[in-house]
C-alpha cells in the first residue's frame, strides 16, 4: 500500500473506499476499492478535497479492511446470524431468525483491547428480531498486519463463537393463580390474561390455569400437577408481597424447589420469586407484572424460552440497569431496562 498525489494516480488500482459527503443531501461512496482511477477521475477526487489516496503495490502483505472484517465477522459469528458484506470496510453481523442475543462480554473486551480492531455489538441477553443488526465490525486502518488480525480471530473463536443467537423453544405452560378474593369469586382474574400476552411471542403452550385461595398447601400441590403433566414452566400470579395473608412464596418452597432468589433488584418487579422443581422454572409473579408494560418478567422470560437456567448471581447483577423509566412512550427492549 502506497500514499500518492491524486495527480499521478492515474491507471493505479485504489485500495480504499472513497465516500462523498454533501451535508443535508448526500453521504456514499464516491469510488470504490479496486476501481482504476482514470485521468476523468482526478478533477473529482480533487473536488472533494483529496489530495492524496492511496494504491496497491504488488507484494503488499497487508490485509485490506474489507478482507479483515469479513474474517472478523465470521470468526465471530456462532448460530443464528449471518453476515453482510463489506460496506466503507464495516461489516455488520444479523440475526437470522427471532431470539436472545448472547455476547461473551469478557472476551469482547479482550477483543477490542487490540490495537486497530472494532467490534461494536448490542446488550448481551436482549430479546432480538429476524434481520436486526446485532453486531458491526472492522479495523481502524485501511490494511491490518496479518499477524494481529490472526490474533483477533482467535479471540473469536477460540472458546465458541463470540456472539450467537439463540432461538426460542415453546414450552408448555401452567398457570396458577393465588388470592381467596379470586378463588371465591368476589373479583376477576386479570392475571392471565396479561401472562398469555407475555408468553404468546416466544411460542407458549398454555396447558391451563387453576385459581387457588391463599393456602400454600393448594399452591404447593397445583404446581406439582402442572409439572406432573407435564409443564416446563410454572408461573404462580399474586400473593408476593409481605401482607400476612400472602403466602405464595412459602407455597413454592413447599414443592422442594430450589429457590434461586426471592427478591429481586429490579423496579417494578423486587418481590419476584425464581425457582426451580428440577429442570422446570417456577416464577413468583408480582402484582406490578399485571399493572407496568415493562417489568422483570420481561428480562426472565427471553432467557427461560431460549433454555437458559437463570443463576442467582444474574439476578443480583440486575441492578444495574435494573430501573425501568415508565416513560410516557415505551421502546423496550430498545432502552436501558435490564441491559447491565
Not at 83 to 95: E, F, I, K, S
Request: with cysteine; hydrophobic share 40%.
Amino acid at each position: 500500500m502506497r500514499k500518492v498525489l491524486v495527480t499521478e494516480a492515474a491507471g493505479m488500482v485504489l485500495c480504499h473506499d472513497i465516500t462523498r459527503i454533501i451535508p443535508g443531501r448526500e453521504k456514499g461512496r464516491a469510488f470504490r476499492r479496486g476501481q482504476v482511477i482514470t485521468p476523468g477521475d482526478i478533477p473529482t477526487l480533487l473536488d472533494m478535497g483529496k489530495e492524496h489516496i492511496y494504491v496497491w503495490e504488488t507484494g503488499d502483505s497487508l490485509i485490506h479492511e474489507d478482507e479483515a472484517a469479513l474474517s472478523l465477522a465470521r470468526h465471530a459469528a456462532g448460530p443464528g446470524l449471518q453476515w453482510d458484506q463489506p460496506n466503507q470496510g464495516r461489516v455488520n453481523l444479523r440475526a437470522v431468525h427471532d431470539g436472545l442475543l448472547k455476547i461473551d462480554v469478557d472476551r469482547l473486551n479482550r477483543l477490542n483491547n487490540l490495537e486497530d480492531v472494532i467490534m461494536a455489538t448490542a446488550h448481551n441477553n436482549r430479546t432480538v428480531t429476524k434481520g436486526q443488526i446485532v453486531a458491526g465490525t472492522r479495523v481502524t486502518p485501511l490494511a491490518i498486519r496479518r499477524d494481529l488480525l490472526e490474533e483477533a480471530e482467535g479471540i473469536c473463536s477460540q472458546t465458541g463463537p463470540l456472539i450467537t443467537v439463540k432461538p426460542y423453544q415453546p414450552l408448555w405452560l401452567g398457570v396458577v393463580t393465588t388470592g381467596s378474593e379470586v378463588y371465591s369469586g368476589r373479583i376477576q382474574d386479570g392475571f392471565c390474561s396479561i401472562i398469555k400476552q407475555k408468553t404468546a411471542p416466544f411460542g407458549a403452550r398454555v396447558l391451563g390455569q387453576v385459581i387457588v385461595p391463599d393456602d400454600p398447601v393448594m399452591i404447593s400441590r397445583e404446581i406439582h400437577q402442572f409439572v406432573a403433566e407435564g409443564a416446563e414452566l410454572v408461573l404462580v400470579t399474586g400473593g408476593m408481597s409481605v401482607d400476612p395473608d400472602d403466602v405464595t412464596p412459602i407455597g413454592i418452597r413447599a414443592t422442594g424447589a430450589e429457590v434461586v432468589s426471592y427478591g429481586a433488584p429490579s423496579l417494578p418487579g423486587s418481590m419476584f420469586m425464581m425457582a426451580y422443581l428440577g429442570h422446570v422454572p417456577v416464577c413468583g409473579l408480582p402484582g406490578c407484572v399485571m399493572f407496568n408494560s415493562v417489568t422483570i418478567l420481561d428480562l426472565i422470560l427471553p432467557r427461560i424460552f431460549a433454555g437458559e437456567r437463570v443463576s442467582q448471581p444474574e439476578i443480583v447483577a440486575l441492578g444495574h440497569g435494573g430501573l425501568c423509566g415508565e416513560c410516557q412512550e415505551c421502546h423496550y427492549p430498545a432502552c436501558s431496562f435490564g441491559k447491565s
